[in-house]
């Protein structure tokens, strides 16, 4: 049985920095590729940042040059480094996090999601 912890949301003011991070454990699951998500009330779940098995990353143009993704594959998990937040990213944060094995389907898990609040 897989299970994907996710950590690090809280309260924040404008212009302040938060890291999540996302721990996933279980059943021979390592990640290979990635992603954080968010989602407000009444809204869609809106990706945000990806990184893939190479290590390449990409980002939503509402936080380019802000959030940073990264993949420790020796703790098997995923940051999120958010700086200079903005109230405008308050929402809940949901990681991603993939398994590739050869001749295989990707297999994905996602986090339980976690509050950042970024007061003004």
């Known amino acids: 049985q897989v299970q994907v912890a996710e950590s690090g949301g809280g309260l924040v003011q404008a212009g302040g920095s938060l890291r999540l991070s996302c721990a996933v454990v279980?059943?021979?699951?390592?990640?290979?590729?990635g992603g954080w998500y968010r989602q407000g009330p009444g809204n869609q779940r809106e990706w945000v940042a990806s990184?893939?098995?190479?290590?390449?990353?990409a980002y939503a143009d509402s936080v380019k040059g802000r959030f940073t993704i990264s993949r420790d594959t020796a703790k098997n998990t995923l940051s999120l480094q958010m700086n200079n937040l903005k109230p405008e990213d308050k929402d809940v944060y949901f990681c991603?996090?993939?398994?590739?094995?050869?001749?295989?389907?990707?297999?994905?898990?996602w986090g339980q999601g976690t509050q950042v609040t970024v007061s003004s």
């Open positions: 991603k996090a993939v398994r590739i094995q050869l001749g295989q389907p990707p297999y994905d898990v």
């Open positions: 990184i893939t098995s190479v290590g390449a990353t």
């Open positions: 279980g059943n021979d699951f390592s990640i290979n590729s």
